[in-house]
């Protein structure tokens, strides 16, 4: 897959960035949304992985910013706190995947498991 990370502590974007490359996923990085629209304006993404919290605009509107460009993007939004009621209602009906913070290997792991590879091509 080919997934965007979108995450303002350069330590959390690097592990996760290490951590998608392990997996064996092409991984563009970057610090916020502005960097992630352009990001997107150059290449398809199947995924995206953003922190909620970033400076300017939240996580999910991140999101919802892609989408526009990519339809049949998916979404796992990281977050410190999942009981967000934004974030919980978009979990529930299927727009994003949680995943909680501090997260290890198996958790990331575990929210892309069986997302759809809708612009990469499958191996």
């Given at each position: 897959?080919?997934?965007?990370?979108?995450?303002?502590?350069?330590?959390?974007?690097?592990?996760?960035?290490?951590?998608?490359?392990?997996?064996?996923?092409?991984?563009?990085?970057?610090?916020?949304?502005?960097?992630a629209?352009?990001?997107?304006?150059?290449?398809?993404?199947?995924?995206?992985l953003?922190?909620?919290?970033?400076?300017?605009?939240?996580?999910?509107?991140?999101?919802?910013?892609?989408?526009?460009?990519?339809?049949?993007?998916?979404?796992?939004?990281?977050?410190?706190?999942?009981?967000?009621?934004?974030?919980?209602?978009?979990?529930?009906?299927?727009?994003?995947?949680?995943?909680?913070?501090?997260?290890?290997?198996d958790?990331?792991?575990?929210?892309?498991?069986?997302?759809?590879?809708?612009?990469?091509?499958?191996?």
């Open positions: 897959m080919r997934i965007l990370v979108v995450e303002d502590d350069p330590g959390v974007r690097g592990t996760a960035t290490r951590m998608l490359e392990y997996l064996g996923h092409a991984v563009d990085a970057v610090a916020g949304g502005d960097e629209e352009r990001a997107a304006d150059s290449a398809p993404f199947d995924v995206v953003t922190d909620q919290r970033l400076p300017g605009v939240p996580g999910h509107r991140v999101v919802e910013r892609l989408r526009r460009r990519l339809p049949g993007l998916n979404a796992v939004i990281m977050s410190g706190d999942l009981h967000h009621d934004e974030l919980a209602a978009g979990a529930a009906d299927g727009r994003w995947r949680l995943l909680a913070k501090p997260f290890d290997f958790s990331l792991t575990a929210q892309l498991a069986g997302l759809e590879v809708p612009y990469s091509r499958s191996a």
